[in-house]
């Protein structure tokens, strides 16, 4: 299954430190397109679903920034691999847990933000939990964010988007 795991450049500096190693989503969380995904929208092929995974991905990744301590820049990150997965619906239309770790070699790319949504993220990364409960300003922060597209980085060039912060 295509998988969307939500990460930060501190976690992928951690992974590309290691080599041979596996990325290990925060509480085995992730993102995908699943039964309960396709029946929310009525339409969408699974290229137009994945990118559905993807955008909660990247609003999950902004959680994950509101802990992280690193220096690295403000950036929303998602790890995208293929990995055995299990459904969610409990927790959100394409919610997936996995069991453990995702091998290097099943990472398939990198999405992360550029240099010129960092403002917005920062706003975003204090925004998010309000947002989530219904604070119209908080999501017209993240709507901001939203904006910004993620850039694709092949799993091959991930040493260098690090060396080019």
Same mark, same amino acid.
Not at 30 to 42: D, H, N
Not at 61 to 73: F, K, T, V
Not at 83 to 89: L, N
Not at 92 to 115: E, F, K
């Given at each position: 299954?295509?998988?969307?795991? /939500? @990460?930060?450049? &501190?976690?992928?500096?951690?992974?590309?430190?290691? $080599?041979?190693?596996?990325?290990?989503?925060?509480?085995?969380?992730?993102?995908?397109? #699943? /039964?309960?995904?396709?029946? @929310?929208?009525?339409?969408? $092929?699974?290229?137009?679903?994945?990118?559905?995974?993807? =955008?909660? &991905?990247?609003?999950?990744?902004?959680?994950?920034?509101?802990? +992280?301590?690193?220096?690295?820049?403000?950036?929303?990150?998602?790890?995208?691999?293929?990995? $055995?997965?299990?459904?969610? /619906?409990?927790?959100?239309?394409?919610?997936?847990?996995? /069991?453990?770790?995702?091998? @290097? &070699?099943?990472?398939?790319?990198?999405?992360?933000?550029?240099?010129?949504?960092?403002?917005?993220? =920062?706003?975003?990364?204090?925004?998010?939990?309000?947002? +989530?409960?219904?604070?119209? $300003?908080?999501?017209?922060?993240?709507?901001?964010?939203?904006?910004?597209?993620?850039?694709?980085?092949? #799993?091959?060039?991930?040493?260098?988007?690090?060396?080019?912060?």
């Amino acid at each position: 299954m295509r998988v969307y795991l /939500p @990460a930060t450049l &501190a976690m992928i500096q951690e992974l590309t430190a290691a $080599d041979g190693s596996e990325f290990v989503p925060l509480s085995g969380t992730g993102f995908a397109v #699943t /039964p309960a995904l396709r029946e @929310a929208y009525t339409s969408g $092929d699974d290229e137009e679903l994945g990118e559905v995974a993807l =955008r909660e &991905a990247a609003r999950a990744s902004l959680r994950l920034l509101s802990a +992280d301590e690193s220096d690295l820049p403000a950036r929303r990150v998602v790890v995208v691999a293929d990995a $055995d997965a299990t459904v969610r /619906p409990d927790l959100d239309d394409a919610v997936v847990r996995l /069991p453990g770790g995702v091998s @290097a &070699a099943d990472i398939v790319a990198v999405h992360v933000d550029g240099a010129a949504a960092e403002a917005a993220v =920062r706003a975003a990364v204090h925004a998010v939990d309000a947002a +989530d409960l219904g604070d119209e $300003d908080a999501e017209l922060a993240i709507g901001d964010v939203e904006d910004h597209d993620l850039g694709w980085y092949a #799993t091959q060039e991930m040493p260098f988007l690090l060396d080019l912060l």
